[in-house]
């Protein structure tokens, strides 16, 4: 048939007994119906469609049938369909006869055309090369429909490869553009300005290639991009590269989903950009990327401002890789509420990752800025309980960044933090250069449930954890008694971290992230007394919370902190309760000076249930404040053994009002299973120090200062073996500085008392024995040297007249000035 674009009317065709079929130049209007079909007594044909055009100006629709039965070769070239209503038909209905011969499709438009219950092209074929490229659809609607469906005629496959497809202004409602049970090679896609409702793009059995593809400011809801149909235990892999989704808006909408246990090879997404998407919903929503897979390749991913959305689920993986991946905002738009009620109404569902089940795990480059998240970890590993606990998993994270994001906890008893990994298997876990910069955390209930942390939670009571390189800079955690890091494990190692700036933070940290004003008139001191009184400040531990059985820390640099207790470290030994500290730095820490309540000092010990075997060595203490406990270290000693060795200490303007350096309390009866051994200490305090906190301090009654002048010393241990070498005490000292109580051996040795200023009477050393056992005393070479006592009266210290706060509840979207 060839013609020169002039109509053709008749409806119906019956082409019988030829080899070849061309048809060139074809103008069709179509009114109710139009039918073309083919014959050949059984044999292959070949076909040529070229140059031809459907259109239709029926109000109502009509049938419009194109069959190709015995095809051989199929070559169809700028085939049109324009302006009309197609129900209940298989446009364009092909049949393969033979295998080894191709099929090309190309340069094929849909314009303003209703589709219901139609498929556009059907395509039952046997090892064939099908090549469709350049196919344009403009201002469609598609109902209950199908572009391409092909279908498998035999035991071998094809390789469909499709180019080029451009879908634009069109309506999808229950529909499909590509189902195929063939090998699929997808290029060069774009969905531009629709609107999807209900549907599965593309839905795939065996190997998928995809690259090169675009949506842009669609409207997709309830629907799926790329769904994987069922096939019953056939290997095959899945390759996505470049796809770029941007200023859509999604709801419940996923990108990839693969949901069967199948002989997968592999999965490999690369190369992949959301920028401006949203998610308008107030209920959480689907992971874009939920798979499944022996090993899966996540790689090059860009997402930018983009909100309230999840993004990859994977489950039941043996390998995982996922290298260089950026979540950002360009800025951090919300501000935290001071209140729940003004939560409730901005819900921010945020989540990377959520990882379940895996046997190897790496994870390096990865960068998450400015986002926010409610009650969900923005990454969260956990183990697949199923799989037998035998089995050893490996954790690798590497060069992990997370600067400006907002963490809000509004439920109970949740595994909570910006990073998260519980596992009741046994794992290697290894963390390398992680920042954690200008972070936020507010919980608005109270939760006993111990199952969050601000950064970093880790409960893997089985596994071996080694964090080296992990900086933490001005990061805020408020209304909650959980902690910055907190790591559950059988061993824990860390080496080389620097912790700046935690609760301890300038004026324009709050405004930025909270919704308060605070007056640019405040000094710091000032500042932090609103936030505790505010925000609150009720964390234990400045830093982290470690529950372990041994746990090492190599080098550490902890400065500028506040916490409610433990300004630094809180530690829990199990079982050996094996603890080695060296080489570490910590200054200008505090505890809550406004309590009146008993704290722990900036490093607590809890051994209560467990031995102790403590090795701290080649410390510096610099300003660092409690009131009423050890400013350095609180131990709870262990009720079966303890060996304590500290060496190589210098401790400057330190204070507490209790036990400055530490309380050691054993059990007498078994003096001899506890071992403490004290070398090379200097102590140094300075009378302007004192003062500055002094002037920190509420006002402190009658029965706190009976409790602080007796039984108080700067060493106060009881209950052990002693041996204490190289002490030197220099300037202000409040108390005791040794008070020894039911020790069965004291050794002291090169002991210096230097230029020491008290403001009352007390003893220096004190030595008490009142339980009848045998005791060894030693003291070698004690000196003291310009002893001066002063008057209290000398001590000038002005106590600081903290501010009157203010507060007066507004709307939620205003300011709280304070």
């Known amino acids: 048939l060839t013609g020169e674009l002039i109509p053709l009317h008749i409806p119906s065709y019956q082409i019988d007994h030829f080899d070849q079929v061309e048809i060139y130049n074809l103008l069709v209007p179509v009114y109710d119906r139009f039918f073309l079909e083919f014959q050949n007594r059984g044999q292959p044909i070949d076909y040529k469609i070229l140059n031809t055009t459907f259109l239709s100006k029926q109000v109502g629709p009509i049938d419009l049938k194109i069959q190709m039965d015995n095809q051989m070769c199929l070559n169809m070239h700028n085939v049109s369909i324009f302006d009309a209503k197609i129900e209940n038909s298989i446009i364009f209905g092909i049949n393969s006869f033979s295998q080894n011969s191709d099929v090309l499709i190309e340069q094929i438009y849909f314009k303003n055309c209703i589709f219901n219950n139609t498929i556009l092209f059907k395509l039952k074929t046997d090892q064939k090369r099908i090549i469709i490229q350049d196919v344009f659809i403009e201002q469609c609607q598609f109902q209950n429909s199908s572009l391409f469906i092909f279908q498998q005629d035999g035991e071998y496959q094809s390789s469909i490869i499709i180019k080029s497809i451009i879908i634009k202004k069109s309506i999808l409602f229950n529909s499909q553009f590509i189902q195929s049970y063939d090998n699929l090679f997808l290029y060069s896609f774009e969905y531009i300005e629709n609107q999807i409702t209900n549907s599965q793009l593309i839905s795939f059995s065996t190997d998928l290639s995809c690259f090169n593809f675009s949506l842009r400011s669609n409207v997709i809801i309830e629907s799926i991009l790329f769904a994987q149909l069922f096939q019953n235990s056939y290997q095959f892999k899945i390759d996505i590269d470049e796809i770029s989704l941007s200023s859509n808006i999604f709801e419940n909408f996923q990108v990839l989903v693969v949901d069967q246990i199948l002989q997968l090879i592999y999965i490999v997404l690369k190369n992949m950009t959301f920028k401006e998407n949203i998610n308008p919903q107030t209920v959480i929503q689907n992971h874009l990327f939920k798979l499944t897979s022996p090993n899966i390749l996540i790689q090059n991913v860009l997402i930018i401002n983009t909100f309230n959305l999840r993004y990859i689920y994977l ?24 209140f729940q009620e003004c939560v409730i109404y901005k819900q921010q569902y945020s989540q990377l990752l959520l990882v379940q089940g895996f046997q190897s795990l790496y994870l390096g480059f990865i960068k998450l800025v400015n986002q926010i998240t409610i009650d969900q970890s923005v990454i969260e590993i956990l183990s697949n309980p199923i799989i037998l606990k035998g089995e050893q998993e490996s954790i690798l994270i590497q060069n992990v960044t997370f600067i400006g994001n907002i963490l809000l906890k509004i439920s109970k008893g949740l595994i ?205 203490f610099s300003y660092i404040h409690n009131n009423f406990a050890p400013a350095l270290l609180s131990i709870s000693t262990s009720k079966f053994t303890n060996i304590i060795f500290i060496k190589n200490v210098k401790v400057l303007n330190c204070f507490s009002l209790i036990n400055l350096f530490s309380s050691l309390t054993f059990s007498s009866d078994k003096a001899h299973l506890n071992i403490v051994t004290i070398q090379n200490i200097l102590i140094q305090q300075s009378y302007e120090a004192l003062i500055d906190f002094s002037q920190q301090l509420v006002h402190l009654d009658s029965t706190i200062l009976t409790k602080i002048t007796e039984g108080n010393a700067i060493f106060n241990i009881a209950g052990c073996k002693l041996q204490m070498n190289n002490i030197v005490i220099e300037g202000v000292v409040l108390s005791s500085i040794f008070q020894f109580i039911n020790c069965q051996k004291i050794q002291l040795k090169n002991i210096l008392f230097y230029k020491i200023i008290t403001f009352y009477s007390f003893t220096l050393l004190h030595i008490e024995q009142n339980i009848q056992f045998l005791s060894i005393i030693q003291v070698q070479n004690l000196t003291t040297q310009n002893l001066v006592l002063l008057n209290s009266k000398d001590l000038n210290c002005i106590q600081l007249i903290y501010p009157n706060l203010e507060f007066e509840y507004k709307l939620c979207n205003q300011f709280n000035p304070l």
């Not at 290298?323 to 001071?338: A, F, S």
């Not at 955390?441 to 109270?446: G, K, L």
């Not at 470290?569 to 809550?592: E, H, K, P, V, W």
């Open 315 to 338: 489950y039941n993986i043996t390998e995982i890789n996922i290298k260089n991946v950026t979540v950002q905002n360009q800025r951090q738009e919300y501000m935290i509420p001071l």
């Open 416 to 620: 909570f933090s910006i990073f998260s990994i519980y596992s009741e298997k046994t794992q290697q876990i290894k963390l390398d250069n992680f920042l954690y910069q200008n972070n936020s955390y507010n919980q608005y209930i109270p939760d006993a449930s111990q199952s969050s942390a601000s950064l970093l939670f880790i409960s893997s009571l089985y596994s071996t954890i080694t964090p080296q390189n992990i900086q933490c800079f001005e990061n805020s955690l408020t209304n909650s008694s959980n902690t910055f890091i907190v790591i559950k494990s059988n061993a824990t190692q860390i080496k080389a971290i620097r912790v700046f700036h935690h609760n301890y933070l300038r004026k324009e940290f709050w405004n930025t992230y909270y919704n308060i004003k605070l007056q640019s008139n405040l000094n710091q001191l000032e500042i932090n007394y609103i936030i505790t009184k505010t925000l609150g400040i009720n964390n234990k531990g400045g830093v982290m919370q470690i529950i372990v059985d041994k746990f090492t820390l190599e080098d550490g640099l902890f400065q500028y902190l506040i916490a409610e207790s433990s300004s630094v470290f809180d530690i829990i030994t199990q079982g050996t309760g094996i603890i080695r500290l060296n080489s570490c730095n910590i200054a200008y820490t505090q505890n809550n000076l406004l309590s009146n309540s008993e704290q722990d000092g900036s490093i607590s010990i809890n051994s209560k249930l467990s031995d102790l075997n403590l090795k701290l060595t080649n410390f510096t």
